[in-house]
């Protein structure tokens, strides 16, 4: 009776364990296909690499289409990079790498550090009109070293820290911290800058498209610019036809022969106003406006200035032509001197090709009671021509021709050469 | 009356979805325009910077361009410093505190892309290195889906309620680029090994999916004009090497590539690296894609 049950059993185990059995036999089949589909893909990269090694072209492939459908982003918490990956076969099946950027994390706070070098060498007589009655320019100075610090603070402000390390000692030449995420339309800035009046007031020496300084910035405000310690606000003004910007700038009544403070409450301001207009893709025009006032012994010191601005840039050979046209004109009226002082200067800049440049600059600037070379009022006039040549994105050189009437009887003949070259990383100063 | 205004009240809010104002999307060059146009369809507005027939390293930073910037919800971005020389004027300008990097409005494509050239020593004696890695990744279709993808991810995050709309597109524009890719892909195969020399090291991406071999470069180090001397090594270079093809970009100059192709026997072949690079062919990233490698096939040929 026991021997009958078992015997009954047997068929039933058969049947039921046949199923598994197909099933596992059907799993290893699987497996090893997908195993020698592996091989087969791995023989056929050493195929490659070893044709690769021998020089020999890698025969066509057979037909590797990936399937992009599969492309797929990676996890974002991946440590290390993901290896590059291997074809699939469908770019459905792509995902995203996890990339890390940040192999020295402990430096990521470190601001931007650059230096620039500024290497003058001149030709020609002492030029005492311009620059003292002892004019003792060597003919090689390395005339400036600008080091620059640029960083965000916070989620608010960056700070722009540029030193002048000269001769003379070293500068704060500009300090401030610049709050980008206000409100309105408004942008601020507050510490030691230069002021925004036209436009080559505001350039470093590097930015320049000359050795020099143009005669009017020089006769009015002095080597070292308008510049000072205070707050500017610049706001967007909504207009559809082009980008319109106003700016308001208050500094301490300080800037030697320009500004003088009476009492500690006297202040100088600046306002200006920008207007910028694509003409078409390869040009446009930028118009400014500048009034400046602020207190001397004698009353008040005050500045008005236009600026205009014409770029032609075509986009396709951007590289390798181009033309800037500028003109400023200024108009200063101060309490102590018994008429207008007027100045400008008019330039012209085109590109020769990918790393050459020349220029020609025409200038005209009264003399004024402060910074006198000849006599107040005495108007100077000079015009200059450049050539440069970039080797590279981080250094050019200049040379500059320049004669200059100080007055109406004393010319003065130089050429001036220039080196700058740059190391670090320098923010790009705005357009 | 009471309950006309009630389903007036609820069909607004019903159909407030559909009248959204769409996405203001700006992005540093074409390619990602086009790719934000793919899976953002009518729910975007996109505007690029750059134009494709520009040299993407050298944009002026024109105040005209923060007219852009101030009304955006999302920069698109390229990253490895491609943008360095100009986009951080702008934004520091831009006054919109909402697209600065590391907020939600800032999307940096590069953090999800295959990179290549990551240099592991850097000094400028090497020419206009980028210290990250290579960043003309987006020339790999593979690139392209992860770029997608990084927006599609973005657009969803701001505007949730649209993210199944901009999956739907994804997944449209994955079996409409591996539909092309294969064509392209069996279009190039007798090509796969082929030796190629390129003006600037722009194409690392590009080679790699079609299996082509760089073998030279036109500027001696990247940024730096063609030299007598290093154009005299690469002509022999090319001669050993059997080089069939110079890949340039169309914003170069050239005159030195012809030279060197006419002293070798290869063909000069412009080929387009991003979307708008010439006036027509290259509308949007397929387009551009059908458009190079018809041109590359011709000078391999």
């Known amino acids: ?60 492939p057979a037909a590797a289409a990936e399937d992009l459908t599969k492309v797929e982003v990676a996890p974002p918490a991946a440590a290390q990079p993901a ?32 230096v620039i070098g500024n290497f003058i060498g001149k030709a020609g007589p002492a030029n005492p009109y311009e620059f003292g009655p002892n004019d003792e320019r060597s003919p090689f100075k390395l005339d400036e070293a600008e080091i620059a610090f640029q960083a965000f603070v916070d989620p608010y ?33 507050a510490g030691k800058f230069k002021a925004l009046f036209g436009k080559a007031n505001t350039w470093h020496t590097h930015v320049r498209p000359w050795v020099d300084q143009p005669l009017v910035i020089h006769n009015f405000f002095g080597d070292e610019q308008f510049h000072g310690e205070g707050i500017s606000v610049s706001k967007a003004i909504p207009v559809t036809a082009a980008f319109v910007e106003a700016t308001g700038e208050l500094y301490s009544s300080e800037l030697p022969g320009v500004f003088e403070r009476r009492k500690a409450s006297d202040v100088a301001w600046n306002t200006h106003l920008k207007a910028f207009k694509d003409i078409s893709e390869n040009s446009n025009i930028e118009l400014g406006m500048s009034w400046a006032r602020g207190t001397i012994a004698d009353g008040h010191n005050a500045f008005g200035g236009v600026d205009v601005t014409y770029r ?41 090709a990918q790393r050459w440049f020349t220029g020609v600059r025409l200038d005209s600037a009264d003399e004024t009671p402060s910074l006198a070379q000849v006599a107040p009022g005495t108007r100077d006039r000079g015009v200059s021509a450049t050539l440069t040549f970039w080797p590279s994105e981080f250094s050019q050189i200049r040379g500059q021709l320049r004669r200059t009437k100080y007055g109406d009887v004393k010319t003065a003949n130089e050429l001036l050469l220039q080196l700058q070259f740059a190391i670090g990383a320098h923010g790009a100063h705005a357009f | 009356m009471k309950r006309i205004l009630l389903s007036l009240a609820a069909l607004t809010l019903i159909a407030a979805p559909a009248f959204a104002v769409p996405l203001k999307v700006v992005t540093t060059i074409q390619d990602l325009a086009s790719l934000t146009k793919e899976v953002g369809g009518d729910r975007v507005d996109v505007s690029s910077i750059a134009r494709g027939y520009q040299d993407p390293h050298f944009v002026e930073p024109k105040p005209s361009f923060l007219l852009l910037l101030r009304n955006a919800d999302l920069l698109e971005v390229v990253g490895l410093e491609l943008e360095i020389g100009w986009l951080p004027p702008l934004l520091d300008q831009s006054r919109n505190p909402n697209i600065l990097p590391g907020t939600k409005g800032y999307l940096d494509v590069s953090h999800g892309v295959e990179i290549l050239e990551r240099p592991t ?13 290579n960043p003309h ?16 991810q973005k657009l969803a995050e701001l505007r949730p309620a649209d993210a199944p709309y901009f999956a739907q597109r994804l997944n449209a524009f994955k079996v409409k680029i591996n539909e092309a890719n294969k064509h392209w892909l069996a279009e190039m195969a007798p090509y796969r090994g082929a030796k190629v020399v390129t003006y600037h090291a722009s194409w690392p991406n590009f080679a790699k999916h079609f299996g082509l071999d760089v073998v030279g470069y036109v500027e001696p180090k990247p940024g730096v004009p063609p030299s007598p001397s290093h154009t005299f090594e690469l002509i022999n270079l090319m001669k050993a090497q059997h080089v069939k093809a110079i890949l340039m970009e ?42 190079n490698v018809a041109n590359l096939v011709k000078a391999l040929q």
Do not use: C
């Not at chain 1, 990956?85 to 950027?101: K, M």
């Open chain 1, 157 to 189: 402000a960056k700070a722009n820290f540029f030193f002048s390390v000269s001769p003379e000692g070293i500068d704060v030449e500009e300090g401030y911290a610049q709050f980008v995420t206000l409100p309105w339309g408004l942008t601020a800035k």
């Open chain 2, 250 to 291: 169309p914003y170069f100059d050239a005159k030195t590539p012809q030279s060197i192709a006419e002293r070798t026997g290869a063909k000069l072949v412009v080929l387009y690296p991003s979307v708008g690079g010439a006036k027509s062919g290259t509308d949007d990233y397929i387009s551009l894609f059908n458009t």
């Open chain 1, 83 to 114: 290896p590059a990956s291997q074809p699939s076969s469908a770019l459905t099946d792509v995902q995203t790498v996890n990339n890390v950027f940040n192999p020295a994390a402990s430096k990521v706070f470190n601001p931007d550090t650059s």
């Open chain 1, 312 to 352: 032609w840039k075509p986009l396709q050979q951007g590289l390798y032509r181009g033309v800037v046209g500028r003109f400023e004109g200024m108009v200063d009226k101060r309490d102590d001197f018994d008429r207008r002082l007027r100045g400008f200067y008019a330039s012209l800049d085109y590109q020769l």
């Open chain 2, 121 to 133: 020593v850097v000094n400028r004696s090497m020419g206009d290195v980028h210290p990250l890695g």
């Open chain 2, 137 to 152: 990744f987006w020339l790999d279709p593979a690139n392209a889906v992860r770029i997608a993808i990084q927006i599609e």
């Open chain 1, 1 to 60: 009776m026991a021997h009958r049950g078992h015997r009954a059993l047997f068929p039933i185990l058969f049947f039921a364990a046949l199923p598994a059995f197909a099933q596992t036999t059907d799993d290893r089949v699987s497996q090893l296909e997908k195993r020698l589909d592996a091989l087969t893909q791995e023989v056929a990269q050493i195929r490659q690499e070893i044709d690769r090694l021998k020089g020999t072209p890698a025969p066509a």
